[in-house]
C-alpha cells in the first residue's frame, strides 16, 4: 500500500484498498457510504490520510447501530449506539446471556 500511495496518496489508496475488499467479500455497501445502504465506519485515533501507518490506531468499528471498540474488556465490546451491550458471537454459540 505504501508503494501505491506514493502515486495516489493516501486518501485514494484507501478508498482502493477498501471498494476491492468490499467488492471481493461481496459486502452490500460495497465500501461507500450511500443513502439506503448500511454503514460501516472505522474510527481511529489518528488520521490515516496522513500516514497510512495510523491505520494501526483503529478504535472502534460502527457497523450500523452496532459499534465494536477494539481495546476494552473482550466481554464488554459490544454494544448498540444506545448503550445496550451486546453478545459477542462466540457467546451466543455457547447459549450464554447477558
Do not use: W
Not at 481495546?71 to 451466543?92: M, V
Amino acid at each position: 500500500m505504501e508503494i501505491l500511495s506514493g502515486v495516489l496518496g493516501n486518501q485514494e489508496t484507501i478508498r482502493i484498498a477498501t471498494e476491492s475488499t468490499c467488492s471481493f467479500i461481496e459486502a452490500p455497501h460495497e465500501g461507500k457510504i450511500q443513502e439506503g445502504k448500511p454503514a460501516f465506519i472505522n474510527v481511529f485515533t489518528e488520521d490515516p490520510f496522513i500516514d497510512l501507518k495510523n491505520l494501526k490506531t483503529l478504535q472502534r468499528i460502527i457497523a450500523g447501530e452496532i459499534y465494536y471498540d477494539l481495546y476494552k474488556n473482550s466481554s464488554d465490546r459490544k454494544s448498540d449506539l444506545h448503550g445496550k451491550k451486546g453478545q459477542s458471537s462466540s457467546q451466543k454459540k455457547r447459549g450464554k446471556q447477558k
